[in-house]
């Protein structure tokens, strides 16, 4: 069976220092996808990246970056240099490939980013 | 292009009344998703149509709860008898064919049963 884990529930740092959200997941399929959404005060879940289990390559956009290792079954995300602007809760999501209807989440990671 | 819209953006309603919600998914997404997220928890998923076709259905769907989207463009999802575990928030998402991106979701609709 599938399944994330987000083991920091919440998280509070300063303006402009660096945070890492944590994400390990379950799986026993060989394909899978993962995803890290935000989820701002007004509710709508934004996606914010997707990874395939065959792609290893970390992506950095802008100030997002994402570490996917498969050895750890992990795949976590770091902003940095953190704006309030980031303040949201931020779920790692799991799919198997070819039955993505049931897009599994983590419980979330709450980050506050104080001015 | 709007992006998903859900109507209402909350609802209370008393025990036992029947609630419908409603969703607009992005115009050419064939396959649409509705989730539930309770407080402090993720998203859990509650059923899927491609088209108009409901292909998959949650354990957590009870048969209080059903969803339609005929002709395969808005759905709605109904709930019987609402009961006060029934409370969260219901979010609707779509993805369009071959979509190598995650889902779009929308607002969502809070549902306080009391």
């Known amino acids: 069976a599938q399944k994330v884990t987000q083991a920091q529930t919440e998280i509070s740092v300063v303006e402009k220092e660096d945070v890492t959200l944590d994400c390990v997941y379950e799986?026993?399929?060989?394909?899978?996808?993962l995803f890290w959404y935000k989820q701002p005060p007004s509710g709508e879940l934004v996606f914010l990246i997707r990874r395939n289990s065959f792609d290893e390559q970390n992506e950095i956009s802008g100030r997002y970056s994402w570490n996917f290792q498969k050895s750890t079954s992990s795949f976590n995300f770091t902003i940095t240099a953190s704006q309030v602007v980031d303040s949201a809760v931020y779920f790692c999501?799991?799919?198997?490939?070819?039955?993505?209807?049931?897009?599994?989440f983590g419980a979330g990671t709450r980050l506050t980013v104080k001015p | 292009d709007t992006g998903v819209s859900q109507d209402p953006r909350h609802k209370i309603t008393k025990r036992g009344q029947n609630v419908t919600f409603r969703c607009d998914p992005i115009?050419?997404?064939?396959?649409l998703y509705w989730y539930r997220q309770t407080l402090g928890q993720g998203p859990e998923f509650l059923t899927y149509?491609?088209?108009?076709?409901?292909?998959?259905k949650s354990r957590l769907l009870s048969d209080r709860f059903s969803a339609e989207r005929p002709k395969g463009s808005f759905s709605t999802l109904e709930i019987q008898r609402t009961e006060q575990g029934d409370s969260a928030m219901y979010l609707c998402a779509s993805i369009g064919q071959g979509a190598g991106d995650g889902y779009t979701f929308g607002s969502g609709t809070r549902l306080t049963v009391v």
């Open positions: 799986t026993r399929d060989t394909t899978y996808y």
């Open positions: 149509f491609q088209n108009e076709a409901q292909l998959e």
């Open positions: 115009s050419e997404h064939n396959r």
């Open positions: 999501a799991l799919s198997e490939a070819f039955n993505n209807n049931d897009m599994r």
